[in-house]
């Protein structure tokens, strides 16, 4: 059964995003999609292995990563997406491998990683220990490869990287981090305009290689919506006064990016709360951010984690201004067990009362594995929900 016809959607801003007019039916976001990431082969994890231990080449883990990243394509096609990833087969983190291909950023081994719910993960981090440039970024190598495994006229493919303010949340990750990018930037302002400047670098070689669907992967607007995260931010000062201050400058800086790109690329953001081994890292409703993100980030589509209550309700999705899609991350990536078909399109009409409904999408919350240790479930498990997708967007869409 369709719906939406009938309903009345709530106005919102009524200023049309000026990307709009350069969509096509060929650019994410799709009815049924998926946010990126898909777990490691085995063959590849144990290459991977090899390589840290040092008994096989560099050339030979590359050979493995592309067998496997021509495998994961075929099966993405095959699963019926029409935007596809390299599965970020060649990563160990959604984020730290892009900021390691800077010049100028370092990898280093911090005294923590990341604490998730009951985990922590590796201490790797990334420190900024000179000017930075996005000159020769490996990734414009990996997409390249990507893209000339894409041969379907009807397949398009999309490449995902952090977003410019989760760069900068991990240069203020701990007051090491901070005392490192002042030795080389005296103010905010300064790093500011680098990390622009670096950002815009990278993906203007990627739109030069032929890249015209973007996606910035941003775990920011999750923190700074967990009271416990934003109050870490300063301490000594009142709550919202620190979330509204982080808030702004997280904007600023993917703002000033964003109008910088090409108009033609289309650059799409994907929201979470973290997603290390099935477990999460942050929890808040986006009314906390919904100003900021929803309102005034200049990008064509949001994906949206909204597969638990840790994402609070549909109400924030009203300031999503006119003509911007939204992609409904309904479905879990954490866990094997699959949703309730008809739970998920009552849902889907939920949320339709404040995004039209030819504006709504849907997927997982997050990707499968945003690190190479990948999510508790096993690899026929991420195809089924892909495939669950395809059959709610048939019922709710028809396509």
Not at 57 to 86: C, F, M, N
Not at 169 to 191: C, D, M
Not at 294 to 308: M, N, P, Q, R, W
Request: hydrophobic residues 35%.
């Amino acid at each position: 059964m369709k719906f939406g016809e009938n309903n009345h959607p709530v106005r919102r801003n009524s200023k049309i995003d000026w990307r709009n007019k350069f969509m096509t039916s060929k650019q994410a976001p799709f009815r049924v999609d998926h946010v990126g990431s898909f777990l490691r082969p085995k063959e590849l994890v144990e290459a991977r292995a090899k390589f840290a231990k040092g008994e096989i080449t560099r050339e030979e883990l590359t050979a493995v990563e592309d067998k496997t990243i021509r495998e994961i394509v075929q099966k993405q096609i095959a699963a019926g997406l029409k935007g596809v990833t390299d599965g970020e087969f060649r990563r160990a983190y959604w984020h730290l491998d892009f900021f390691w291909g800077f010049n100028g950023v370092e990898h280093t081994v911090g005294e923590h990683g990341y604490k998730f719910n009951g985990i922590e993960t590796k201490a790797d981090t990334s420190t900024l220990t000179a000017p930075i440039d996005g000159k020769n970024h490996p990734f414009v190598e990996h997409f390249k490869f990507l893209r000339d495994l894409v041969k379907d006229e009807d397949v398009i493919v999309k490449f995902t990287i952090p977003s410019p303010s989760q760069f900068y949340f991990e240069l203020i990750r701990t007051p090491k981090h901070i005392a490192a990018w002042k030795a080389v930037y005296p103010t905010e302002k300064e790093l500011f305009e680098a990390i622009k400047n670096a950002y815009v670098d990278v993906i203007t070689d990627l739109y030069n290689e032929g890249l015209r669907t973007l996606q910035f992967d941003d775990c920011t607007w999750g923190a700074l919506a967990d009271d416990g995260f934003a109050k870490r931010f300063n301490a000594d000062r009142p709550l919202e006064e620190v979330r509204r201050d982080f808030a702004g400058r997280a904007l600023q800086l993917n703002n000033s990016v964003l109008d910088a790109l090409p108009k033609d690329l289309v650059v799409n953001t994907h929201v979470c709360r973290g997603n290390f081994h099935s477990t999460w890292i942050s929890q808040g409703g986006y009314e906390k951010v919904e100003d900021e993100l929803l309102a005034g980030e200049h990008v064509h589509a949001y994906y949206l984690e909204y597969d638990t209550d840790r994402a609070g309700d549909f109400k924030p999705l009203a300031k999503v201004s006119d003509g911007k899609k939204v992609v409904l991350g309904l479905l879990t990536s954490k866990f094997a067990d699959l949703e309730d078909k008809d739970e998920v399109i009552a849902r889907i009409k939920e949320a339709s009362q404040y995004v039209p409904l030819e504006n709504l999408y849907l997927s997982t919350q997050c990707g499968f594995a945003s690190t190479e240790e990948g999510n508790v479930i096993k690899e026929e498990d991420q195809w089924k929900k892909i495939a669950l997708i395809s059959e709610i967007a048939r019922e709710v869409w028809g396509e």
